[in-house]
Structure formats: structure tokens, C-alpha cells
């Protein structure tokens, strides 16, 4: 996944617009399906229920949280460098993208995906030193988005970050 396609993704959830980055997702995913302009921009459950989820979806998500919470104590102390930001961010980026590109959600479920992707990539960015948030604040909205995905997603064994 190029940088301009990540970009999107987060520019596309700032807006609130899901539209864009379900048509985005399709060029990367592959899915038959085509997601309509009617879908939501807030993550929501689906009628009460957890999203599904797909083996690639889960080990991805398994390794940003893992990286994300190696990394915690820094962060909470604020005696992270930034070099540490840098190649956290990078873990994410390059993760995010491997989501993106293997998993195979049904279009709901992917559009839903996509907000916490968006957060995700913007706080990849963020502690890689794009933009204008600190990469302190990058590694928070990365933790928010996988406690997020945590809550709205079916992932066994899943545990929040703190």
C-alpha cells in the first residue's frame, strides 16, 4: 500500500466520509462488492453484536497491539525517542497495509474496519513524524483505535491497551 492510498484512508475518515475509503479498500481488497455512500461514519456495532473478523485481520491486529503495548511504558513516561516513535509508526504503517491488502471482510464489516484503520494511519504518521500531531499523541490515537477495534470486533482473547 503506497503512502497517498494510506493518506487517503485518513483524510477520507477526517472528513467522515466512508464512501471513499470503501471505494479505496476495493481497489485493495479485491471485493465483488461495492460499498454505497449510505454506509456509516461512526463505529457502531453491527445490531448489537461484534463485527466479524478473518485470520488476517486478527494476526495484524494481534502484532500493532503487541508492538503498541512494548512500547507503552515509554510512551506513559514520555522517555520514548523519537526514533522509537519513528519505527513504531512504521510497525503499524506496514501492518495496516497487510490488513488491508489480505483481509476479506463483508462490506459492512470492512467499512466499519476502515474508521479504526483511518486512526490507525493517522497515528502512524503521527509518530513517524508526518503531520502535525506529536508522536506521543500518535501512539494515544493508534491505542484508542485498537481498543476501538477491540470493542467493535469479534477478536477471541482480545485485551485492551491501558
Given at each position: 500500500m503506497n503512502t497517498k492510498t494510506i493518506l487517503s484512508f485518513a483524510v477520507a475518515?477526517?472528513?467522515?466520509a466512508?464512501?471513499?475509503?470503501?471505494?479505496?479498500?476495493?481497489?485493495?481488497?479485491g471485493h465483488e462488492a461495492h460499498h454505497g455512500a449510505e454506509g456509516p461514519a461512526k463505529l457502531t456495532l453491527d445490531h448489537g453484536r461484534k463485527w466479524p473478523t478473518d485470520a488476517p485481520l486478527?494476526?495484524?491486529?494481534?502484532a500493532i497491539r503487541t508492538a503498541l503495548a512494548a512500547q507503552l511504558h515509554g510512551i506513559h513516561?514520555?522517555?520514548?525517542?523519537?526514533e522509537e516513535f519513528a519505527a513504531l509508526g512504521a510497525t503499524v504503517e506496514q501492518r495496516v497495509g497487510r490488513i488491508v491488502a489480505e483481509c476479506k471482510l463483508d462490506p459492512k464489516a470492512d467499512a466499519m474496519?476502515?474508521?479504526v484503520v483511518a486512526d490507525l494511519v493517522a497515528g502512524a504518521d503521527a509518530m513517524q513524524g508526518k503531520?502535525?500531531?506529536?508522536?506521543r499523541v500518535g501512539a494515544h490515537k493508534a491505542a484508542m483505535a485498537?481498543?476501538?477495534?477491540?470493542?467493535?470486533?469479534?477478536?477471541p482473547g482480545?485485551?485492551?491497551?491501558k
Amino acid at each position: 500500500m503506497n503512502t497517498k492510498t494510506i493518506l487517503s484512508f485518513a483524510v477520507a475518515a477526517a472528513l467522515g466520509a466512508v464512501a471513499p475509503l470503501a471505494l479505496a479498500a476495493d481497489e485493495h481488497h479485491g471485493h465483488e462488492a461495492h460499498h454505497g455512500a449510505e454506509g456509516p461514519a461512526k463505529l457502531t456495532l453491527d445490531h448489537g453484536r461484534k463485527w466479524p473478523t478473518d485470520a488476517p485481520l486478527r494476526d495484524h491486529m494481534s502484532a500493532i497491539r503487541t508492538a503498541l503495548a512494548a512500547q507503552l511504558h515509554g510512551i506513559h513516561e514520555n522517555t520514548l525517542k523519537p526514533e522509537e516513535f519513528a519505527a513504531l509508526g512504521a510497525t503499524v504503517e506496514q501492518r495496516v497495509g497487510r490488513i488491508v491488502a489480505e483481509c476479506k471482510l463483508d462490506p459492512k464489516a470492512d467499512a466499519m474496519l476502515h474508521i479504526v484503520v483511518a486512526d490507525l494511519v493517522a497515528g502512524a504518521d503521527a509518530m513517524q513524524g508526518k503531520g502535525d500531531l506529536a508522536p506521543r499523541v500518535g501512539a494515544h490515537k493508534a491505542a484508542m483505535a485498537l481498543n476501538a477495534y477491540g470493542k467493535h470486533f469479534r477478536h477471541p482473547g482480545w485485551k485492551p491497551l491501558k
